[in-house]
């Protein structure tokens, strides 16, 4: 997974993983026949031979990983600012899930999270009992990790009114990451989130599993959550928030503005979309205009899921200038060469 071998290469201060991990809902096979009628064969040991159900099959999925040399070698040099998604336990998850899919055994959502979380915090430790966290880095950059998955309520078409099933952060998390922004000395505050904001993430024909649910209009479903921190920050003067996303598998510039939304109380900022790095290539996902969403540049593979030696696997970097403040952000292919830079100047 070379992805990895062009983070090391950049030799910056950590590496922040939103998530995908691992892929402990999908089993490989020894080979797959590729359009052009060649083989591509895959190294396969017990725990990838299934999805993962028991505790030690979910380790697995982190042993595999680290049978990589480049993973190993960057994860050797590079701290890791490590967050989960979905496919650390099964694809689209959320808590109180039973299951309909016959590959599994075991249909709780809940008892497979619990195993996949341990798994999960044995493989990538971090400091206390949350996944959502601050992590200072000095007088210019504080960054926010937030857990869109232990709280959420359940994937639905998105678009009740607030109450228990439109959780994303949940109440105490919201209240939490709205204080951290809010008492924040770093020049910037990066926001560190596995789902992107206005993107639009289907479960199916008519559920969504992101925070977007396709309608243009006011904030409904999860996307209230949203809204009431972006309130927030605006209310308090908090600027200088840029916000780091993941989970479509393209990589994207966006820039929101209340000057092209349907909600509009919130200043603009940018958001960055990369990764997973290294799965199935996807993409473009449908734009959801409620937080006046732009795609100022956005690069997808040519089809769904390239094969492994192609180049179409994304990964972004963050440079900060010690004495101008300017944050360069650069989105970067595979072998590191730079797609899009953006430089961000501090207000």
């Given at each position: ?231 927030d920050l605006k209310r308090h003067g908090v600027r200088n ?107």
């Open positions: 997974m070379t992805g990895f071998e062009a983070v090391r290469r950049l030799q910056p201060d950590f590496f922040i993983h939103s998530g995908d991990n691992v892929y402990a809902d999908g089993p490989l096979e020894e080979t797959v026949e590729l359009p052009d009628g060649s083989l591509w064969r895959n190294l396969v040991t017990p725990e990838k031979s299934k999805v993962a159900e028991t505790l030690d099959e979910f380790r697995g999925q982190y042993r595999y990983n680290l049978m990589d040399a480049n993973v190993r070698a960057m994860a050797a040099e590079v701290p890791l600012v490590v967050q989960w998604d979905d496919h650390e336990i099964t694809n689209n998850w959320y808590p109180g899930e039973v299951l309909t899919d016959e590959r599994y055994t075991v249909r709780d959502v809940d008892t497979l999270a619990a195993r996949a979380r341990q798994a999960f915090r044995e493989y990538t430790p971090i400091a206390g009992d949350r996944v959502e966290r601050v992590l200072p880095h000095g007088p210019l950059v504080d960054v926010v990790a937030l857990d869109l998955r232990t709280h959420r309520g359940p994937n639905t078409a998105n678009l009740a009114t607030e109450g228990p099933e439109t959780r994303i952060l949940g109440e105490e998390q919201l209240a939490r990451v709205a204080r951290r922004l809010r008492t924040s000395k770093a020049l910037w505050k990066v926001v560190a989130s596995d789902m992107p904001l206005g993107l639009v993430v289907p479960d199916g024909e008519v559920a969504q599993e992101g925070i977007a649910n396709r309608d243009p209009g006011r904030p409904l479903g999860r996307e209230t959550e949203v809204a009431r921190l972006l309130s928030v840029v916000w780091l996303t993941a989970d479509v598998h393209y990589t994207a510039a966006h820039h929101h503005s209340p000057e092209r939304a349907a909600f509009t109380d919130f200043d603009p900022f940018w958001e960055f979309v990369t990764g997973p790095l290294h799965a199935g290539t996807f993409g473009p996902n449908d734009l959801d205009a409620t937080f006046g969403p732009k795609v100022v540049f956005s690069r997808t593979a040519e089809a769904p899921n390239e094969v492994p030696s192609d180049t179409s696997q994304f990964l972004g970097h963050v440079r900060i200038d010690g004495d101008s403040g300017v944050m360069t952000v650069e989105l970067r292919d595979v072998g590191g060469r730079v797609l899009h830079t953006t430089d961000l100047t501090p207000a």
